[in-house]
């Protein structure tokens, strides 16, 4: 079982602060994904990282690959209550979920 | 993307009956799968539903229970057996193009057992 342990597992912060989600493994992984879920709907894909060290940016969120293929992060600049959500990092053949972040953003 | 509808939404069961639960998608694709998630938490995987053949059953998952049914490219079920209090859940039905490739996932059904 390749399991996917996220960080912090809950975080409620002030509208406009800076966050980073931790998602780490001790296996390697040719892929992760990042998605997020709103209450009463599905998951939604954020972005896929597929080489090591690789970084990528959505608006106020950046993804980051580990240089080994072992772990990820997601950072979010100047948080707005919109992004509040259950954050999951997902990998592997069998679709390995991460333990999750609940995120809240207070206005 | 496709576009995944999953039927019902919600429902409120007594204990011992069942529930089949529908995922239709817009699309044909290659794979579908059902995840079962309890609120606020993340997602564990029930089982790969395969087209024309027996699912393929996660670790602590078994078809008595949980069977699967995947007649076309577009379209599944998962029926929840002798349901119990225990089975109360968000059930989530997500398709993908590959193996390995993301997945796009439906609204989920929310099942609460009395």
């Known amino acids: 079982t390749q399991l996917l342990e996220q960080s912090p597992q809950f975080l409620s912060i002030q509208e406009g602060e800076n966050l980073t989600v931790y998602c780490n493994s001790s296996?390697?992984?040719?892929?992760l994904q990042w998605y997020r879920q709103e209450p009463g709907e599905g998951p939604v894909l954020l972005v896929t990282?597929?080489?090591?060290?690789e970084v990528k940016k959505l608006k106020r969120l950046t993804f980051q690959f580990g240089d080994a293929r072992k772990d990820s992060s997601l950072h979010i600049t100047a948080a707005q209550p919109g992004d509040t959500g259950l954050y999951l990092c997902?990998?592997?053949?069998?679709?390995?979920f991460g333990t999750g972040t609940s995120l809240t953003v207070i206005p | 993307s496709a576009v995944i509808s999953q039927k019902p939404s919600r429902d409120i069961c007594q204990r011992g009956t069942s529930l089949t639960i529908q995922c239709q998608v817009d699309?044909?694709?290659?794979?579908m799968f059902w995840y079962r998630q309890q609120p606020g938490q993340s997602l564990t995987l029930i089982a790969t539903?395969?087209?024309?053949?027996?699912?393929?059953?996660e670790s602590g998952f078994v078809i008595d229970k949980f069977p699967i049914s995947r007649p076309n490219l577009t379209f599944s079920t998962l029926t929840v057996s002798n349901m119990s209090p225990e089975d109360s859940s968000i059930y989530l039905c997500?398709?993908?193009?590959?193996?390995?490739?993301?997945?796009?996932f439906g609204d989920g059904t929310r099942l609460s057992i009395l």
């Open positions: 997500s398709v993908a193009g590959a193996v390995g490739q993301p997945q796009h």
């Open positions: 296996s390697v992984f040719s892929s």
């Open positions: 990282v597929v080489t090591g060290g």
């Open positions: 997902a990998g592997g053949i069998q679709f390995y």
């Open positions: 699309s044909q694709v290659t794979m």
């Open positions: 539903a395969n087209q024309g053949s027996e699912a393929t059953y």
